[in-house]
């Protein structure tokens, strides 16, 4: 019955998530107090965070209040949030960042000086995140009336206002530039609906709502959060390679026949056996997980993906752990708990002792499989996620338990499997290189954390490029260490691997004068670090103007690709630089579409402010930004970037939209399916 409730509870969710466009995880609400003072409360969904004031240019966009009306009162200094914000290095935008979660209040001090004709009119501009996207800058209107004002706050301010005469109007009181807080002169802003639907002929209506028809075409819009799958993928592979390690597998042949042995008699009972110390593998090394998940819990297993100390922590573990594979020195347990383990599974039965065998295993192998389970523990610890790290070990023991039940099931197997030798060492080494060129990426993390300017993109991949190149003449013979077998010979893997490195290698050299390297762009620092850039490869929008856009369009015979971007919307630029870099999507953007980029968070100002109606409550649309994230609602009943919709030249949708996905070939064919409805 459980599980039934989850699956249900899941398919509520993904029909949630693919039919409801507007997201709205903040609401607000206003107040007076008795202490003069204006309270705006944020109430902010589980999962999301509402940015700070003041954050540094080129981030997201900060929380401001502007006041457009103040009658019957002054303002006293300017809104202060009630409470401490967050404050984290935040790797989306890489600056440390302050937001707030669950919650927040801000506060604007003012003193009342006519009760009478108090009126306090403005505007708030916030932008809300999650782990996955952020949601375009919103706007939204406030305002207070002498109908709000408290009753001792009247009495207190009448009996001052005796003594003076009461002015009118009161000037209100210019705030420090630094505080965001902009003080508007009273705007009639109320614009005929004519300047939303601007056109050549009046007789189209290119801001008309197309909801229904993307719908029509079965259109979702949903950000997929396929982050478990990619925690148990890579648990699953380090539990692979662990197997290759000389801890490891000599035991296997060892295990299997061991347990063949002790039910001769019985196969079937030597196969149960088997496969019980399998999952007793599992079940030890997820309780591994869950434990990490139990003391550090999920807020501080966030807070390891984005503190610059934590990542130095780890970037010297990882060293370590490279060094130890390198022959250094041997990570190892002390001798004596896995000699009482021993006695432990000679003395117990059943199931009690095939348990402690497995437990055996786990403590002789930790010198091989320990620097890989530390490894996937902070990599699975950086994702933030709260079960990341048991999803992980899950992944790493299923790997290894595998073996040990199918060589069980069929003994012949082992006749054919490799001996142990001098090639088991070499795959020590070569994970060795792997974990300093891993290393790396959380030394780059505190190095934009802190601003220290060490490991910019050129120095990254310099780095990078000697490190696999001395894995390559390993691999060939060229680099020996101590503690290695002679090799006479280059065996056919061995050379075939050297190849592959060597070749990944040489990928990375032309990432020194600027290339985009789409394979491993997730773990270099980002483009603008670096120094000397010569790539000129990406697609430049026609418009970033929609009327302009679809009047040329209309002109010229063209449909067109309306592209919904941020200047802060890191997903947006990985799309340009993953998908429309490709050289075919890029021919058929620049030859048979006209494309119009709209950024949501372009704070330009309009030449004249608009006013619109929008679920109930009248807004204010005053930037460049603020036109075209209502556009984005509107018309298309979205509210995140990237987005993309392919319209003709009436300004209708001819395709399901498209977000977020680094398929090229998806992306071609949405373009391709839209060429050819437009053509008919």
């Known amino acids: 019955m459980t599980k039934c409730i989850k699956i249900a509870s899941c398919l509520l969710l993904f029909c949630a998530q693919a039919f409801a466009q507007i997201i709205e995880p ?17 109430t902010i969904d589980d999962g999301w965070h509402l940015y700070d004031q003041n954050l540094p240019e080129g981030g997201p966009i900060s929380t401001s209040f502007h006041f457009e009306t103040v009658k019957g009162a002054e303002l006293v200094g300017s809104v202060k949030p009630q409470s401490k914000p967050i404050v984290k290095q ?44 952020c949601l ?28 003076q005469d009461p ?5 209100v009181q210019q705030t420090p530039a630094d505080t965001q807080q902009t003080v508007l002169p009273d705007t009639v802003a109320d614009t005929a609906a004519a300047a939303l639907t601007a056109t050549t002929d009046g007789d189209t209506d290119w801001w008309a709502p197309v909801v229904d028809q993307l719908n029509a075409f079965g259109n979702t819009v949903v950000i997929k959060d396929n982050s478990w799958w990619k925690v148990l993928i890579a648990g699953f592979l380090g539990g692979l390679i662990a197997l290759l390690t000389p801890c490891v ?8 026949g061991f347990f063949l042995k002790r039910s001769k008699t019985n196969r079937k009972k030597a196969i149960s056996d088997a496969l019980i110390y399998g999952f007793s593998i599992i079940v030890i090394y997820l309780a591994l997980g869950l434990l990490v998940t139990i003391l550090f819990g999920a807020s501080a297993l966030n807070d390891l993906s984005t503190n610059a100390v934590f990542n130095l922590l780890f970037f010297a573990l990882l060293v370590l752990f490279a060094v130890s594979f390198f022959g250094a020195f041997e990570l190892a347990l002390p001798a004596s708990w896995t000699t009482k383990l021993d006695s432990k599974a000679d003395s117990t039965t059943g199931l009690i002792s095939i348990f402690f065998m497995a437990f055996t295993l786990v403590l002789v192998s ?10 996937l523990l902070v990599e699975t610890a950086s994702q933030g996620s709260l079960m990341a790290p048991a999803i992980g070990m899950f992944g790493f023991a299923l790997a290894l338990a595998i073996p040990f039940a199918l060589f069980a099931i069929f003994p012949s197997w082992l006749e054919n499997m490799p001996k142990s030798g001098g090639w088991l060492n070499s795959v020590k080494v070569l994970l060795g290189f792997a974990e300093l060129a891993l290393a790396l990426k959380f030394l780059s993390i505190a190095d934009l954390a802190y601003g220290w300017h060490l490991l910019d993109r050129e120095v990254f991949l310099v780095l990078w490029i000697v490190i696999f190149a001395l894995a390559g003449m390993y691999l060939l013979g060229k680099l020996k260490f101590s503690h290695d077998s002679d090799l006479p010979h280059v065996s056919v893997p061995r050379l075939f691997l050297a190849i592959i490195t060597l070749s990944f290698t040489l990928y990375m050299v032309p990432g020194l004068w600027g290339a985009p390297l789409k394979a491993i762009s997730a773990f270099l620092p980002p483009i603008y670090t670096q120094d000397f850039n010569l790539y000129s490869g990406v697609v430049t929008p026609k418009y970033h103007d929609y009327e302009s856009g679809m009047e040329f369009a209309k002109r010229t015979g063209k449909p067109v690709l309306v592209d919904f971007t941020g200047f802060g919307c890191v997903n947006c630029r990985e799309m340009e630089v993953a998908v429309w870099s490709d050289p075919r999507v890029k021919q058929i953007i620049d030859n048979d579409y006209v494309l119009i980029s709209l950024y949501v968070d372009d704070k330009a100002k309009l030449p004249q402010p608009i006013q619109v109606t929008e679920s109930g409550k009248v807004r204010t649309l005053k930037t460049t930004g603020d036109k075209w994230s209502y556009l ?3 018309k298309f009943g979205a509210n995140a970037q990237p987005f993309y919709v392919l319209l003709d030249n009436a300004g209708n949708p001819m395709a399901p939209s498209h977000a977020y996905d680094k398929n090229i070939d998806k992306y071609i064919r949405f373009l391709k399916k839209g060429l050819e409805v437009y053509q008919k």
């Not at 919650?103 to 009126?119: G, H, M, N, S, W």
């Not at 002015?167 to 000037?171: I, L, S």
């Open 26 to 42: 903040v609401s607000w609400t206003y107040e007076l107090n008795d202490d003069s003072e204006l309270l705006l409360k944020a």
């Open 136 to 163: 375009s800058p919103t706007t939204e209107d406030f305002s207070f009336n002498k109908n709000n004002l408290p009753e001792k706050l009247i009495a207190s301010a009448t009996s001052t206002a005796k003594k």
């Open 90 to 133: 935040d790797d989306i935008f890489q600056m440390e960042l302050r937001w707030f979660e669950h919650a927040v209040t801000f506060v604007q001090k003012f003193k009342l000086t006519d009760p009478a004709a108090f009126e306090i009119t403005g505007e708030l501009t916030f932008m809300v995140c999650n782990d996955n996207t």
């Open 167 to 171: 002015p009118a109007e009161t000037p």
């Open 249 to 256: 597998w000599p035991m296997i042949p060892m295990t299997v």
């Open 366 to 375: 930790f010198s091989c499989t320990g620097p890989i389970i530390g490894t």
């Open 632 to 634: 984005q609602r509107s």
